[in-house]
């Protein structure tokens, strides 16, 4: 059973440039959730979507970012004008459940962004 | 969702029990207890999880206070492997889970 995907791993942008971080959940789950983790923090939630439906997106900053999970491929977190402090971790999980109190997320190894 | 104290780090030797503990003293009647850790540079991993009765799976034991104001991830034999953070999250409605700092275990071989 293939976990959460995501890629790159690494990612390397400049200021101004557009980053783009792809997830794919476990097989036959369809709810997706982004985490960005800053260098010695906690994970914080972004996001939280459905198969063509953003459900949550309390986390996300108002302007530069956003995401999707479209009917088929991959959910995508889209990142414009990238600045320095854009530069963590970002972790997509998924879920078979759509959030109740005993809901397990399963986590992806992350996408590393680095902003030059 | 409910706040958890988790201690910044421990140490433990290779091959003796370890006991991470947890307080939620706001805990609610509905809240669960769920344990996650993450090693160095992966995602987070899913450990355990509990309501009330203490948990045992292949990975841990969560042994849950009475009066669910605490709670206490035991792992039986740590390995170098088990070196990670660990956070102990409260999960009752909403759809995203809350991380604090964690604590950070050391495994002395």
């Known amino acids: 059973n293939a976990g959460v995907m995501q890629n790159p791993r690494h990612l390397v942008r400049r200021r101004g440039q557009e980053a783009r971080l792809r997830c794919s959940p476990v097989?036959?789950?369809?709810?997706v959730y982004w985490y960005r983790q800053l260098p010695e923090e906690g994970l914080k939630f972004m996001v939280y979507?459905?198969?063509?439906?953003?459900?949550?997106e309390s986390g996300m900053p108002k302007e530069r970012f956003s995401a999707e999970f479209p009917k088929e491929g991959p959910s995508i977190l889209r990142i414009q004008q990238v600045v320095r402090g854009d530069s963590a971790a970002y972790f997509c999980?998924?879920?078979?459940?759509?959030?109740?109190?005993?809901?397990?997320?399963?986590f992806g190894p992350g996408t590393r962004l680095t902003v030059l | 969702d409910a706040k958890t104290t988790q201690p910044n780090s421990m140490e433990s030797n290779e091959e003796e029990p370890v006991h991470l503990p947890c307080n939620h003293s706001?805990?609610?009647?509905?809240?669960?207890i769920h344990w996650y850790r993450q090693l160095p540079s992966q995602g987070p991993e899913y450990v355990i999880h509990?309501?009330?009765s203490n948990v045992n799976n292949r990975m841990a034991s969560l042994a849950i206070a009475e009066d669910r104001k605490s709670s206490t991830l035991i792992l039986h034999r740590a390995t170098l492997r088990d070196a990670a953070v660990y956070y102990c999250?409260?999960?009752?409605?909403?759809?995203?889970?809350?991380f604090g700092t964690g604590t950070s275990l050391t495994v002395i071989p």
């Open positions: 999980a998924s879920s078979e459940g759509f959030g109740g109190p005993a809901d397990t997320q399963y």
């Open positions: 097989k036959g789950h369809s709810h």
């Open positions: 979507l459905q198969k063509e439906n953003i459900i949550d």
């Open positions: 706001t805990i609610s009647g509905t809240d669960y």
């Open positions: 509990g309501l009330t």
């Open positions: 999250i409260l999960r009752n409605t909403g759809n995203q889970f809350y």
